[in-house]
């Protein structure tokens, strides 16, 4: 069951862009974001000298996509002065400890190798962090706890703004109660001609094109440059592989909007909320009419 969450973001220096500490309500966590070119600062932050774990960030470059490391340390803010020379990819910092004595090297290890996996499996992130930690044996209770931990830890990294640790697909439960069943993120939508097919859904990135969807390797003038230049960036990065005379995707992506995947798919400008259909060939924008009227 879904329930609301506090959180509470204080700006050391009263601007979204400096430091920030993150707590919600009746975690025993905590969250330090910091730029990188504020790390000297994190030496005033006894917070940061604790156990706890941290992700090195850098935003989507044209080159490279969106990167992260992820490293766990006794001493973050230690460790940290060493990882500022070895890594020089990344522009932020995020780092959990816990707000008392109730992190021990054992389940900041634990936590190093979940979240690994985790954002591997995710894979919206390119993960610079080498293989995936053997995770540290914890007794049954602990690694509830650290499970526990982890959940509040992904929303604090989704309200920072980086969804490294969600899955681009939706996956709806199939007991789900009536108004989650209206959400539309719930519908699975289709777009098809003589040369291509596709599948996806809506979600809060945009629109998900779903692993194997075809991608035309050819583009009408009318097709947007944002959506030539995407499908380029894909080409390179092996997003999509060669098949025949277009490609195949290898992994679920969210492009912007509906009207951008249905444009990677037909190679033409089209309208997403017309083009992409439900199997009984209603139209997202007649379910995004329908659902609105429903509220």
């Given at each position: ?137 914890l007794p049954r209770a602990d690694r ?10 992904r929303i604090v990294m989704g309200t ?136």
């Amino acid at each position: 069951m879904n329930f609301g969450r506090k959180v509470t973001v204080y700006l050391a220096d009263g601007v979204p862009s400096g430091i920030r500490h993150v707590e919600i309500a009746n975690w025993s966590g905590q969250a330090i974001a910091c730029p990188r070119s504020r790390l000297n600062e994190l030496k005033e932050w006894s917070e940061t000298e604790r156990p706890g774990v941290y992700f090195l960030l850098e935003k989507q470059t044209a080159k490279t996509g969106d990167r992260a490391y992820i490293g766990e340390s006794e001493n973050v803010v230690k460790r940290l002065s060493q990882q500022e020379r070895d890594q020089d990819f990344w522009n932020e910092v995020i780092i959990f400890t816990s707000k008392g004595e109730n992190l021990t090297r054992a389940h900041v290890k634990y936590l190093e190798s979940r979240l690994t996996a985790i954002s591997r499996a995710a894979d919206r992130y390119r993960i610079e962090s080498g293989n995936t930690p053997t995770e540290s044996v914890l007794p049954r209770a602990d690694r509830d706890v650290m499970e526990e931990y982890i959940h509040n830890l992904r929303i604090v990294m989704g309200t920072l703004g980086h969804r490294v640790l969600e899955p681009v697909k939706v996956v709806a439960s199939p007991k789900r109660p009536e108004s989650e069943a209206r959400k539309l993120a719930n519908f699975t939508f289709s777009f098809s001609s003589s040369t291509v097919k596709a599948t996806g859904q809506q979600s809060d990135d945009g629109f998900v094109l779903f692993e194997g969807s075809d991608i035309s390797g050819k583009n009408n003038p009318s097709m947007p440059k944002k959506a030539v230049a995407m499908r380029e960036k894909w080409i390179d990065d092996g997003t999509v592989k060669s098949d025949g005379e277009n490609y195949k995707l290898t992994k679920d992506i969210a492009p912007s909007s509906s009207s951008y995947a249905a444009a990677l798919i037909s190679g033409n400008s089209k309208s997403g909320p017309t083009s992409w259909l439900t199997e009984e060939g209603v139209s997202l924008k007649k379910i995004e009419e329908r659902l609105l009227d429903e509220t």
